[in-house]
């Protein structure tokens, strides 16, 4: 990090977050279901160290089948890259919507290093592992076909959720996601959730580390899973979330969604509570 910080860009205000990490994962980048503006904002508002991209942060599946890149998704990567050339370390781990980058791991692009993962360590010194998660989502190893099939399902989801919403939004009702209740409604698509993050966690455990944060699924938490700290940081499609690490090693979930939340601090203790240990206490 540079010793002076730096400037706003014209017409910007100044930092109003002042963290030691951000964890963003599943922008998808040339969609029409990429919220940008939002992404914009949150990255001109926050200052940090180092920031992980952790994954599906173009939608190379998307582009190869339809070219969209409006203004507000080439702004989001030159703000990053801004950020890289003002002191930020940025790290990004593709994932399976933008694979492609993986073909330059060990790579610096813009002072953006590609990297296949990564072990960070948080200010408290736990040892967490960064990586997509798309390795181990069976459907994207072993069927890659019913992955693109479902890929495009999801697009179409959007696309009725969109109408739907702009409806809603004439009767002065707030934004409901189709997809996340499809998602977490349907009881298949819960265990494969489960069974997701039982299946990051070891490895995250066999790799010595006492927790993982990863993207893939488009679900925010953090938790214990099997006594390992998951940390999954959702998307900027519909959840508009992201993990961030305050300097003295706080985890925190950040929604800029319409239905946000008051933030909640968890340290190990107490992700325990949220599995049934006991109720956690918020830490300010």
């Given at each position: 990090m540079h010793d002076e910080p730096s400037l706003p860009e014209p017409g910007e205000v100044a930092a109003r977050l002042r963290v030691r990490t951000v964890f963003i994962s599943d922008l998808h980048l040339g969609t029409a279901g990429c919220q940008a503006g939002a992404l914009l904002d949150f990255l001109r508002e926050v200052e940090c160290e180092t920031i992980y991209l952790v994954g599906d942060i173009v939608d190379g599946w998307q582009l190869r089948r339809t070219w969209y890149w409006p203004q507000s998704h080439n702004d989001v990567v030159?703000?990053?890259?801004?950020?890289?050339?003002?002191?930020?370390?940025?790290?990004?781990?593709?994932?399976?919507?933008?694979?492609?980058?993986?073909?330059?791991?060990?790579?610096?692009?813009?002072?953006?290093?590609?990297?296949?993962?990564?072990?960070?360590?948080t200010a408290d010194g736990r040892r967490l592992w960064i990586t997509h998660g798309d390795y181990f989502d069976g459907v994207i190893q072993c069927a890659r076909w019913l992955a693109y099939l479902g890929d495009q399902a999801y697009e179409f989801v959007l696309k009725i959720n969109r109408f739907l919403n702009l409806a809603r939004g004439r009767l002065g009702l707030p934004y409901w996601s189709l997809s996340r209740y499809l998602k977490f409604k349907v009881k298949r698509a819960v265990s494969y959730v489960n069974d997701f993050e039982v299946a990051v966690a070891r490895e995250a455990r066999k790799r010595g580390a006492d927790g993982?944060?990863?993207?893939?699924?488009?679900?925010?938490?953090?938790?214990?899973?099997?006594?390992?700290?998951?940390?999954?940081?959702?998307?900027?499609?519909?959840?508009?979330?992201?993990?961030?690490?305050?300097?003295?090693?706080?985890?925190?979930?950040?929604?800029?969604?319409?239905?946000?939340?008051?933030?909640?601090?968890?340290?190990?203790?107490?992700?325990?509570?949220?599995?049934?240990?006991?109720?956690?206490?918020?830490?300010?």
């Amino acid at each position: 990090m540079h010793d002076e910080p730096s400037l706003p860009e014209p017409g910007e205000v100044a930092a109003r977050l002042r963290v030691r990490t951000v964890f963003i994962s599943d922008l998808h980048l040339g969609t029409a279901g990429c919220q940008a503006g939002a992404l914009l904002d949150f990255l001109r508002e926050v200052e940090c160290e180092t920031i992980y991209l952790v994954g599906d942060i173009v939608d190379g599946w998307q582009l190869r089948r339809t070219w969209y890149w409006p203004q507000s998704h080439n702004d989001v990567v030159q703000k990053l890259m801004r950020k890289a050339r003002k002191g930020t370390r940025v790290v990004f781990v593709p994932g399976n919507h933008d694979e492609f980058a993986r073909r330059y791991v060990a790579h610096n692009f813009g002072g953006i290093d590609v990297v296949e993962d990564a072990m960070h360590v948080t200010a408290d010194g736990r040892r967490l592992w960064i990586t997509h998660g798309d390795y181990f989502d069976g459907v994207i190893q072993c069927a890659r076909w019913l992955a693109y099939l479902g890929d495009q399902a999801y697009e179409f989801v959007l696309k009725i959720n969109r109408f739907l919403n702009l409806a809603r939004g004439r009767l002065g009702l707030p934004y409901w996601s189709l997809s996340r209740y499809l998602k977490f409604k349907v009881k298949r698509a819960v265990s494969y959730v489960n069974d997701f993050e039982v299946a990051v966690a070891r490895e995250a455990r066999k790799r010595g580390a006492d927790g993982v944060v990863c993207g893939h699924i488009h679900h925010a938490e953090i938790r214990l899973v099997e006594g390992v700290l998951y940390c999954n940081d959702g998307d900027w499609v519909e959840s508009l979330t992201a993990i961030v690490e305050h300097h003295d090693g706080r985890l925190e979930i950040i929604d800029r969604g319409v239905h946000a939340t008051p933030p909640a601090f968890v340290s190990m203790a107490t992700a325990g509570a949220r599995n049934g240990v006991r109720e956690p206490a918020l830490v300010d």
